[in-house]
């Protein structure tokens, strides 16, 4: 089993800074893909921004320009770097990870238990 433990969530003004962790461990053979996803209630979970083992990465529209993604291979860890944070990037923020255990054949996708981050205006 893969465990995924978020942290780097809170309350920020508008135009502040955050950045999320996500530290993966467990029987880890391999990880494929790491991401971001948000939620709002209500509304459907959307992707925020993803990156590759090889460290291609990609971002929503909404966020290009403004918001990070890197990983750290050796730490097991995606990393999300917030700025210039608007209202409407409040959400709850999970980790999304496609990862290979150590004597399994196929990847698997196991998600982190999510951070509030909360903009004021």
């Known amino acids: 089993q893969v465990q995924l433990v978020e942290s780097g969530g809170g309350l920020v003004q508008a135009g502040g800074s955050l950045r999320l962790s996500c530290a993966a461990s467990?029987?880890?053979?391999?990880?494929?893909?790491m991401a971001w996803y948000r939620q709002v209630p209500g509304k459907q979970r959307e992707l925020v921004a993803g990156i590759t083992s090889g460290g291609s990465a990609n971002a929503a529209d909404s966020v290009k320009g403004r918001f990070t993604i890197s990983r750290d291979n050796a730490k097991n860890t995606v990393y999300l770097q917030m700025n210039s944070l608007k209202p409407e990037d409040t959400a709850v923020y999970s980790c999304?990870?496609?990862?290979?255990?150590?004597?399994?054949?196929?990847?698997?996708?196991?998600w982190g238990q999510g951070t509030q981050v909360t903009v004021s205006s």
């Open positions: 999304y990870v496609v990862a290979k255990e150590l004597g399994s054949v196929y990847a698997r996708s196991y």
């Open positions: 467990g029987r880890i053979s391999s990880i494929n893909y």
